[in-house]
């Protein structure tokens, strides 16, 4: 008996104790008012710079009634075009609160009409409160006002990132009169907004720059396929010519955005598993090559059988004679075209943007995707351009030149020493009877 009577005292005084901790914890609680903890605010924004909605949240305090309160903002906040507005929840019930806001400065005094009661959940949202451009951890501070005078607001912290030059143009854009007036014509918002443009140069260089890269070790290594496969296609044994002219046919009558799908998601069901870069490089090198070899060897035949003929009577090999006679000439000639397909294959670099590389494309896309307008695409095009027409000038001046050293133009009884020179070196490399040392027409050449 004494021993269960000894057990009983011990339980209820295990109670009573426990009963005397919640207690000391929930009374301090209480006197804290409206800084007590579950005190939350939260942002919309995560950049620097911008009008930001704040959203705060917190309970009122046992027989204390919430006359207004009074927000102070970092150094630099501009709450000139601030707004609030508030509801209560008291139980299961939640109304509306009038406000009258007062902004000045960096802070934002809000006044309850009526007061909020005492035990009731508060929430306050600030409207269009530009922040500071100050990136890292933010505090707000204040007091709040009730029956029994003003007290302070804990301070509350929220995180924002300094906005970059770029951006800070941006904002400074969107508050001018005259690019308002501009985007207010829907076409000219749509696909030249000057905020979004200034925004998007940074953000596309960087896929600009992997976009040159791409085609940069591409085409490079897609000029020897289209050489080799040029001479298989001449070759002398038909299989060699069959398998040249089936990787040509192939790749020729396929989409490259075909190409790309089997190579990024039908290799790995095989094993064959490789960084999207190498990938990427390898699939337009392959494609170009197909259609730099038929330029090769529409090049390589469109030389005179003479020059092999003169060649050989020199001495020169096969080979010497295609590297140091024909090749020259075949490049010289059909360097416009090579020119053609490098940019062919730099508008087609866009393609990969499908499988996920970040190149030019997809960085268009993605910030497209995210401010909802399209004047991304505009730069992205610009980017295009600053290659593309540069080099459509060169080719077009190259075509003149090579024009010119072919006697393509000038009067018809104008020779100069270039053209005379062409024509003494047409004279050697075509073929001569063994008596008469004329050109023999009997080949038809």
């Known amino acids: 008996m004494r021993t269960m009577r000894r057990s009983r005292g011990l339980q209820r005084l295990g109670a009573l104790l426990c009963l005397m901790a919640v207690v000391a914890l929930v009374v301090p609680l209480a006197a804290l008012g409206i800084g007590a903890a579950g005190t939350t605010m939260t942002i919309d924004q995560t950049t620097g710079g911008l009008e930001t909605r704040f959203t705060y949240e917190t309970a009122t305090a ?25 509801v209560t929840l008291v139980g ?21 009409s009526p007061s909020v009661e005492p035990s009731s959940t508060l929430r306050v949202v600030l409207h269009d409160v530009l922040t500071t451009y100050a990136g890292g951890k933010q505090t707000v ?57 200034a925004i998007s140069i940074p953000i596309l260089f960087w896929g600009w720059l992997l976009s040159i890269a791409l085609i940069g070790v591409a085409y490079p290594v897609a000029i020897p396929i289209g050489l080799a496969t040029a001479f298989l296609k001449m070759s002398k044994l038909a299989p060699v010519r069959w398998i040249a002219s089936a990787y040509i046919n ?59 003929e003169a060649a050989s009577s020199l001495g020169m090999t096969y080979a010497q004679a295609m590297a140091y006679v024909i090749i020259p000439q075949t490049v010289r000639r059909v360097l416009p075209t090579m020119t053609s397909e490098f940019i062919l294959l730099f508008k087609d670099t866009a393609l990969l943007s499908a ?11 993605n910030s497209a995707a995210n401010t909802g307008n399209v004047t991304a695409y505009t730069v992205a095009a610009v980017y295009y351009l600053m290659i593309t027409i540069p080099l459509i000038n060169w080719v077009g001046k190259l075509e003149q030149r090579l024009a010119l050293s072919e006697g393509a133009s ?30 023999d027409d009997t080949d038809g050449r």
């Not at 027989?63 to 630099?76: C, H, K, Q, R």
């Not at 509306?96 to 005094?109: D, P, Y």
């Not at 190149?359 to 896309?365: F, G, H």
Request: glycine share 10%; aromatic share 10%; hydrophobic share 45%.
């Open 141 to 197: 501070s204040g007091t709040y006002t009730t029956q029994t005078g003003t007290h302070k607001l804990p301070p509350m912290t929220f995180t924002q990132g300094a906005p970059t030059v770029s951006q800070r143009i941006g904002f400074w854009l969107n508050r001018q009169p005259l690019v308002k007036t501009w985007n207010s014509v829907p076409i000219l918002n749509a696909f030249f907004n000057p905020q979004l443009i």
């Open 410 to 439: 000038g009067s018809p009884g104008t020779k100069t020493r270039k053209s005379g020179a062409l024509e003494g070196m047409a004279r050697m490399a075509a073929p001569v009877t063994a008596d008469a040392g004329t050109p």
């Open 355 to 365: 499988v996920g590389i970040f190149e030019l494309m997809m960085n268009a896309k």
């Open 92 to 112: 299961l019930q939640r109304s509306n609160v009038t406000v009258e806001t007062q902004a000045k400065g960096t802070s934002v005094k809000v006044i309850f």
């Open 250 to 308: 192939v790749i020729r009558g396929t989409p490259l955005f075909l190409q790309i799908y089997i190579a990024f998601f039908g290799l790995p069901l095989v094993g064959i598993r490789l960084p999207d870069f190498p990938l990427g490089v390898i699939v337009l090198a392959v494609n170009s090559g197909a259609y730099l070899a038929e330029i090769f060897r529409a090049g390589i035949q469109s030389i005179n059988k003479g020059q092999f």
């Open 62 to 86: 046992p027989g204390e009634t919430v006359l207004g309160i009074d927000f102070a903002f970092p150094e630099g906040t501009d709450t000139a075009k601030a707004t609030a507005d508030a």
